[in-house]
């Protein structure tokens, strides 16, 4: 019993068992954000002024609470914030990635879900390709699983930021490995999570990590 709780994400054995479709995941996280967001919606600080850390630990805390009570129709655990350690030769650990909300079965990485505050500027726009699809594509992210999601978080300043990303990744796409390399570099309607996610990429990826890599994006106005 041991081996088979520890085989690997990609098993095909793990899916017919326990893993729900990846477009489960991504709208059951969807789904609990809403009723987070909509419970919290009058706290003080604001959504719209709390920073990204604080609103995936939320939700990540919110996720777990939901677990415990019985409202998670999956197995496995959502961690919020999880941070990814690499040994240095003196025998000390360095933090290498922090994952915002990443989906683990019986310990083994199995989703991850990338979160980025977007509010108009354009700083923020390249941050949501640098510091967030650039991980999965670099492998730092999901780098045994060959799909994922990047989630923007949307403030009042930044509604027109879904169009700003799709000019922004079509300009990128040589430096993000999109799939196929020419025409448009993202594809809709969205095949990873079908109603909820504005479009998905493909990016090619080098081994060791899985190749290629699929991205849900999905878009979320804060409250």
């Known amino acids: 019993m041991t081996e088979t709780f520890g085989l690997r994400p990609d098993s095909g054995w793990v899916k017919l068992v326990k893993r729900p479709p990846t477009a489960s995941l991504i709208h059951y996280v969807h789904s609990k954000w809403l009723e987070y967001a909509n419970k919290y919606a009058e706290a003080e600080p604001s959504f719209q002024t709390r920073d990204e850390p604080a609103l995936t ?107 700003k990303i799709e000019a922004k990744i079509q300009a990128d796409a040589t430096q993000l490995n999109c799939h196929p390399p020419s025409g448009l570099p993202f594809f809709a309607p969205s095949k990873l999570a079908p109603g909820l996610a504005k479009f998905d990429t493909v990016h090619t990826r080098v081994s060791p990590f899985v190749n290629p890599i699929s991205l849900a994006h999905v878009f979320i106005a804060l409250p």
């Open 57 to 163: 630990k939320g939700l990540a805390a919110y996720l777990a609470d939901e677990s415990e009570i019985g409202n998670q129709p999956f197995a496995g655990d959502f961690f919020g914030e999880l941070p990814h350690y690499d040994l240095r030769p003196d025998g000390t650990a360095v933090c290498i990635r922090r994952t915002d909300i990443e989906w683990r079965l019986y310990g083994v990485p199995c989703f991850i879900m990338e979160f980025k505050v977007l509010d108009g500027t354009s700083g923020k726009i390249a941050r949501y390709l640098s510091e967030g699809m650039l991980r999965f594509v670099e492998g730092r992210y999901s780098g045994s699983c060959g799909e994922a999601a990047m989630c923007a978080l949307l403030r009042k300043t930044g509604a027109g930021d879904v169009l």
